[in-house]
């Protein structure tokens, strides 16, 4: 049977269903089986068999909005059809009616609403119906997830790293000293905040400012680990646009620089500070110098941008290295005010002994005497009653806090879990988190031990003591020499490394471990460059270098030549500089060709491999030459400090106190064996006596408060089960598949994705054009980082989700298909609405009201239906590609379907009011909670500063309005007609 012929008419509106750009079309011409429409929005004309066109009737209903020719908006009251042609009933927004023939409506008019679409045969396949229910539900998830900003890093999850970056990350303007020590990862918790805060909108104006050295590794770090990109801002590119005229500091959103550069130019320290900033992360905070007397310029530039920038982060692995009054300067930077005092400071600190000493019996479950639980009460609440009983509704608080915390990562509390924690130690617990929420600098100073986190592997030192070559004897000859270049001049020497010892032994200890992936950390490019020569040549092994010269996807392609478990090289050679940055955890050998003069640098290097998470014993293979500097060196680390064997805190501070008498004796072309002795027998004894003052003045108050296992631990566990969940996958490789982008399976279970040759766009959102290589396992982003980390939160996620969700592909569909529950010709009507609430996305509003999609199912006698209806599991055929049949069917039942659709909002309606009320009481618990713990932190310590009081009550006023104008859009429809 053959499709009847639409019955056109000139005047008519019509529009193109392959073509929707074009706007509304007016119809010429009809002659000859042939039908000519003017598209006015355009100028342009097609001519289309009238039996075969890709035309709809343009068709508006009751309730909807148009524009005419001369610009008015316009609300459809009803409208008439009289010979082919409609005339619409319509009102103004002064409430005038009056008609309006479809030939004076606007032709800039799209059909862009769900219902307009459907009615207008505008069909999508239900294929991408489907995608975007998926990227409508996949964008809740990342909007609401409690591990929002700490997903798409590519990191192992640690505890108390979690635990940092949603503390900090969820408080108002954070200011915070991180300072947890070498190899618990700084750099992390800073990406992961500065991550969260950019993901939650709260953050936009971001200035990075590092020691020159650090430039390349926080790039390489915020690149590859979190897919963050800054502008690094060297002196030729800042010099560049200062002679543009304009504020070289404005012209980027993130700016990553080195503090030197600043202080060296007074014009550029004036610029950076006259532009407008959100966030300050400051690196190597230890080297800002300040003294209750005098300050140093990097102090006094930061001080100044800390004075005006809201949110601050400064990052140190030795808060105290300097002195105290160093520490209390850094402290002053976050809040003036507070710390304003140093001689009050000092006194404050001694005040936080009793508390320490109260945690530490609650914690041994030591039973408390009458005056510890009086003091216990005092500390709790001021006014308790004798008995302390006045406390125990904050007790409950904090039990049900923590209870909580695991519940928002899908797992039942701990009584839950084991049946066996009793309620005394559930209230010990809460007494414990009062304390740390109520005392000590844990507010605004966080710091994690190697002593108080676990996870670091065994290192075992294998040393090789070698007879020295011909021209080693002379190496540190010339006093004119700096002692340094003296140590390493034989080796920057090709013809010197030729007659090294090391040189064979390396050979040899690379034979030894085969196939064992090796490491090696020399000073210099020209060393890496001159072993790679002389490794090829003498014995045929192949070496991937990586030095701070080469390009920067020279370095990738190196590091994953070197990474490949199965074709890559045995060994890689890194300088200095260039080994900063990277994961090599996968290695467990590690080989230091010659030995940093400054403990720091060592225990960077052997942090390329013994960092938190490695789950071998690494293997430190150090060969030094008999009688020479490096021997000297070599024993003032093992013998004064014992540095390979463990990290160790006191190491710098012994370094500064000896390094006039050690360089002098490295320069020294023959030192007494006395004044050895007696420089490793002092390190010895500043080592002991540093430790013990460390042990003694660590605040284990500090330490608890910056490292809460129950919500570090309720993170990670969130985070793997995010991992687990392969429905990002699932969304992703539909998606490709429907847009036209070719997959196919990689090496070691990636997957390279490239744009095809007939995508419905000529790119695809966040994919180069020469493709990539990814994965989804965690795992295998560690040890492969060239290859992209596909999370929900990846950029080219997000690219894929807003391409979904931001365009009209899946708002209307047609399917037909057979079910016994539903006789022929019966309907239904999956109507997709999404909670919509109109708020700067610095107020997070989605946390108490999530897009969520809810899926209504209508009948025909307008009954909801979803809750007995799985509708996933309504399959069948769409009816895009046959569009008569669809055309056919839409016009029989239209006086149906509108009253479905009318029905649906009808519904929608009534749900909005109580989404509206639920969104609003959760959001008033939740912050009236927060505002009440807050003041009355802010009564006992002063680090709860007025600002962020006043910041929560503002955003508590802000939500409130902005949820009471919330509602629930309908964003796509799905007719299911029954055969």
Known sequence: MSEPVPAFAVGQRWLSETQPELGLGMVEAVEHRRVTLLFPATGERRTYAADNTPLWRAQLAAGELLRDLEGRDLTVVDLLEHNGFVTYLVRDSAGHE????????????????????????????????????????????????PTRGLLGARISPIPHQLHIAAEVADRHHPRVLLADEVGLGKTIEAGLILHRLLLAGRVHRVLILVPEPLLHQWLVELLRRFNLSVALFDRKRVQALVRQGANPFESEQRILCSLDLLTE????????????????????????????????????????????????????????????AGHFGRLRLLDPERFGDYAAFLA????????????????????????????????????????????????AADTDEAAGELEAAGKPPATEQCGATSAATRERQ????????????????????????????????????????????????????????????????????????????????????????????????????????????????????????MPIVERDRAAAFFADPEEGTQILLCSEIGSEGRNFQFAHHLV??????????????????????????????????????????FRWYHEGLDAFSAHQPAAPAVFWEQRETLQALLSDPAP???????????????????????????????????????????????????????????????????????????????????????MLQERFPGLPDEGLTATFNRQHALA???????????????????????????????????????????????????????????????????????????????????????????????????????????????????????????EAARETRALREQAGAQM?????????????????????????????????????????????????????AFA
């Open 98 to 145: 009056e008609p309006l023939p479809e030939t004076r409506i606007d032709p800039r008019l799209r059909l862009s609403r769900p219902q307009q679409r459907l009615r207008a045969g505008r069909l999508d396949s239900d294929t991408w119906f489907r995608l975007r229910v998926q990227a409508l539900e996949q964008t809740a998830r990342l909007a609401t997830a």
């Open 265 to 324: 130019d007074v014009g550029l320290a004036d610029a950076v500070l006259h532009a407008d900033w959100d966030l300050l992360i400051c690196d190597e905070a230890h080297h800002l110098e300040w003294s209750p007397e005098a300050s140093s310029p990097g102090y006094e530039l930061v001080a100044g941008l800390a004075a005006k920038i809201p949110a601050v982060l400064l990052l140190t692995a030795t808060p105290e290295q300097l002195g105290r």
């Open 348 to 395: 404050e600190e001694e005040g936080y002994a009793p508390v320490a000493e109260l945690v530490t019996r609650l914690l041994d479950e030591t039973p408390l005497s009458a005056d510890e639980q009086a003091r216990l009460d005092t500390l709790l609440d001021g006014d308790a009653d004798a008995d302390g009983s006045s406390a125990e509704p904050a007790r």
């Open 430 to 549: 809460a007494l414990i988190d009062q304390l740390l929420d109520r005392h000590g600098t844990g507010r605004v100073l966080f710091r994690n031990t190697r002593a108080a986190i676990s996870g670091f592997p065994e290192r075992v030192l294998h040393p090789a003591r070698l007879e020295a070559g011909a021209d080693a004897d002379d190496a540190g000859a010339d006093n004119e020499v700096d002692p340094l270049d003296a140590l390493w001049a034989a080796i920057d020497d090709p013809q010197g490394l030729e007659q090294d010892p090391r040189l064979e032994w390396l050979i040899a200890r690379l034979r030894e471990l085969a196939p064992a992936k090796v490491l090696l950390i020399t000073t210099t490019a020209e060393t890496v460059l001159d072993l790679r020569r002389a490794l090829l040549e003498r014995a045929g092994i192949q070496a991937a270098i990586f030095h701070e010269e």
């Open 592 to 633: 230091l060709f010659d030995l940093p003069a400054d403990p720091e640098l060592l225990e960077q290097r052997i942090g390329r491999l013994d960092r938190i998470g490695q789950t071998e014993t690494i293997r430190i293979h150090v060969p030094y030459r008999a009688g020479t500097p490096d021997e000297l060196l």
């Open 672 to 758: 007494e064996p006395a004044e050895i002795e007696a420089l490793i027998g002092e390190a010895q004894a500043l080592r002991a006596r540093l430790d013990t003052e460390l042990a003694a003045g660590r605040d284990r108050l500090l330490e608890l408060s910056s490292h809460r296992p129950a919500r570090g631990g309720a993170l990670v566990q969130a985070l793997e089960e995010e991992d687990r969940d392969p429905t990002i996958e699932i969304f992703l490789t539909g998606l490709w598949d429907a847009f036209g982008v070719e997959r196919e399976p990689g090496p070691g279970g990636s997957l390279v994705v490239r744009p095809g040759a007939h």
């Open 784 to 906: 492969h980082e060239e290859r992209r980390f596909l999370t929900r939160e990846h950029p080219l996620t997000r690219a894929a989700l807003e391409l979904v969700t931001g365009s009209h592909l899946g708002t209307s569909a047609l399917v037909l298909t057979q079910d016994k529950r539903f006789p022929s010709s019966a309907l239904l009507l999956e109507a997709v609405y999404v909670a919509e609430c109109p708020a700067p996305p610095a107020l997070n509003a989605q946390r108490f009201l999530p897009p969520t999609a809810r899926r209504m199912l209508i009948d025909e006698q307008g009954q909801e239906r979803s809750v007995e209806i799985d509708p996933d599991a309504l399959g069948g055929k769409c009816l895009r590609p046959r569009r008569p049949l669809a055309r056919a069917l839409l016009q029989a039942k239209s006086k149906v379907i509108e009253a479905m659709v009318t029905l649906a909002e009808q």
């Open 924 to 976: 008033r618990a939740q912050l009236d909670a927060e505002l009440d713990r807050l003041r009355d932190l802010a009564r006992r310590n002063p680090a709860v500063r007025a600002e962020e009081i006043a910041a929560l009550e503002a955003e508590r006023d802000a939500l409130a309005e902005t949820l009471a104008n919330s509602r629930l859009r309908l964003d796509a429809l799905r007719l299911i």
